[in-house]
């Protein structure tokens, strides 16, 4: 089964703060991901990424970037946190030619 | 666009139990089904999938059914246990543009 781990585990900050959330997965996929989990919204799709530098928008974009440095590593970034953005934030990613997702166990972020 | 929309809320039952979370869907196309389910303070993990009409995807005794017909995927249990107890995610995916819809989630709580 892919393994994907995320840093940190839990993040608090400031409103106007800067944010990095990383992701890393070793099992050579190619696809990558980034979620957001709120309740009564389920799993949303903020960005996703075919690749090493390459970078789509998801369903939720506003407020967030997003980097695909290596195959590797993905993150995500919130330039000027806000208060709605206080979320468990899940990476996920997949394999040429499957269609199955791989999860990390979350990133979980207060915006005071 | 894609949507899930699966049981709402919270299924409560005791050990032993049949359980039944309903899915529909709606989608273009033919999209792959999916369940995952999410423990407290993990991220979601792949149960099982199916591509095509009449297909059974099963794993832990659990078992949806992909139906066309009725744009159906609904998970059922014959006998559930306390350690059933999560939150259950359909989702369908496109291979052709790699993305994950998910429903809301249904948290399932079992008492023994």
């Known amino acids: 089964e892919a393994a994907v781990t995320q840093s940190p585990r839990n993040k608090v900050t400031v409103t106007g703060g800067n944010v990095t959330l990383s992701c890393r997965q070793t099992?050579?996929?190619?696809?990558m991901y980034w979620y957001r989990q709120d309740t009564g919204h389920g799993l949303r799709l903020i960005h996703y990424?075919?690749?090493?530098?390459?970078?789509q928008i998801g369903d939720v974009p506003d407020g967030y970037k997003a980097t695909r440095t290596t195959q590797e590593d993905f993150f995500l970034l919130l330039e000027l946190a806000s208060p709605s953005q206080t979320s468990l934030y899940f990476c996920?990613?997949?394999?040429?030619?499957?269609?199955?997702?791989?999860f990390g166990p979350g990133t979980r972020l207060l915006v005071l | 666009g894609d949507s899930v929309t699966q049981t709402e809320g919270q299924v409560a039952l005791s050990e032993e139990d049949f359980l039944t979370i309903h899915c529909n869907y709606s989608a273009s196309g033919y999209p792959a089904l999916f369940w995952y389910v999410q423990y407290p303070g993990e991220g979601p993990q792949f149960l099982f999938r199916a591509s095509r009409d009449k297909e059974k995807g099963s794993s832990r005794g659990f078992e949806a059914t992909y139906d066309k017909g009725t744009t159906s995927f609904h998970l059922r249990k014959a006998s559930v246990q306390e350690s059933d107890s999560a939150v259950y995610y359909c989702a369908l995916g496109t291979q052709v543009v790699g993305q994950l819809t998910f429903g809301r989630g249904t948290r399932l709580q079992v008492y023994a």
């Open positions: 099992n050579s996929h190619n696809y």
């Open positions: 996920a990613s997949r394999g040429q030619g499957m269609d199955t997702q791989y």
């Open positions: 990424s075919y690749g090493a530098g390459n970078l």
